[in-house]
């Protein structure tokens, strides 16, 4: 049965437009659990959005993909000083119908992807990578300085370049010189033009394409950004935003209260909510689950997330 609803005012979720579509799940699921409203996400780059927090807009909760967003570079005097990762992502090529539709190149390069996929030969993803930045195909890429999706799009040229040309900047320099990548605020705003074959490929999350619907190519572990095994070689390639250089690193899905909260005891709720439930609610989105989840922290947490670090859901990290 659902509990009654509470009289206070709906928490307030700031969510990566990524992840608009796993925010609302979590956001009904709570809801119909505790009976705590909460409003429908205020979406944006991960980047932007805590930006906004900084400068003191309304929130109750941030749910980020991207570690900087949860620090004081970015949060500034909004930190609380802790986040939680609690599930990974991977980066993946999203394309439509209208994507072959609209370019004579798109259907060939398609075909070079699913050769690539099957044998996994290096040549076979030089070929692949080759053309996708050929400039005969439009490639949505985020703006790096707003949605993290952006610069990971680039580390992910990086790595293919470092993995089968040899040179971790040959097709992200290709790409650029050949005129062959269109940018937005965010992924999510490149969407649109994909669907109607302005673009023909989108750098996304892979959970995104799943929420949206998109067919997507599912790039190799060695350069998605997803996989842990590869952490290593992920953190040789950077990416040099207005506020600092970021290393390619395992994309994750972060949350947080930040210090100036409309409602912290609620919201801590939502966030033990997430942690023990995400699990369930979010796999049919492609996120895997962290278990346990991993906490990083400057300052001493609330007892809430201290909890969850007794019941086994958690564990501490390092420092945020």
């Known amino acids: 049965m659902t509990p009654p609803p509470t009289t206070a005012a709906p928490l307030i979720l700031y969510s990566a437009d990524s992840m608009v579509a796993e925010s609302t799940t979590l956001e009904s699921a709570f809801t119909n659990s505790t009976g705590i409203m909460i409003a429908p996400p205020k979406a944006g780059g991960s980047l932007t959005l805590a930006q906004q927090i900084a ?26 000083g802790w986040a939680i990762e609690f599930a990974t992502d991977q980066m993946a090529l999203a394309y439509t119908n209208a994507s072959l539709q609209t370019s004579p190149t798109a259907t060939p390069i398609l075909a070079e992807y699913n050769s690539a996929a099957m044998t996994n030969t290096t040549q ?114 950077t990416y040099t935003l207005a506020k600092g250089v970021q290393k390619g690193s395992v994309i994750g899905l972060w949350i947080t209260v930040p210090l100036d909260s409309t409602d912290t005891t609620d919201s801590l709720q939502f966030v033990v909510f997430v942690i023990k439930n995400s699990p369930t609610l979010l796999a049919p989105y492609g996120l895997i689950p962290l278990s346990p989840a991993r906490l990083y922290n400057s300052t001493t947490v609330p007892q809430p997330i201290q909890e969850l670090i007794t019941q086994g859901y958690l564990q501490y990290t390092e420092p945020l």
Do not use: C
């Open 124 to 237: 076979s993803w030089y070929n692949f990578f080759n053309d996708v930045t050929s400039g005969n195909v439009r490639v949505g890429i985020a703006n790096p300085n707003a949605d993290p999706a952006g610069y990971r799009a680039w580390l992910v040229l990086e790595a293919a370049g470092e993995a089968y040309a040899n040179n971790s900047s040959y097709f992200a320099n290709r790409i650029v010189t050949n005129n062959g990548n269109t940018t937005a605020a965010s992924a999510a705003d490149l969407i649109s033009p994909l669907q109607t074959g302005e673009i023909q490929f989108l750098f996304i999350y892979r959970s995104a394409a799943i929420a949206h619907h998109l067919s997507y190519m599912q790039l190799p572990d060695q350069i998605n950004l997803g996989n842990t095994k590869y952490s290593k070689f992920y953190s040789q390639f």
């Open 55 to 80: 400068e003191g807009n309304p929130v109750s909760v941030f749910l980020s993909v991207a570690k900087p967003a949860m620090e004081a570079q970015y949060l500034g005097n909004q930190s609380s």
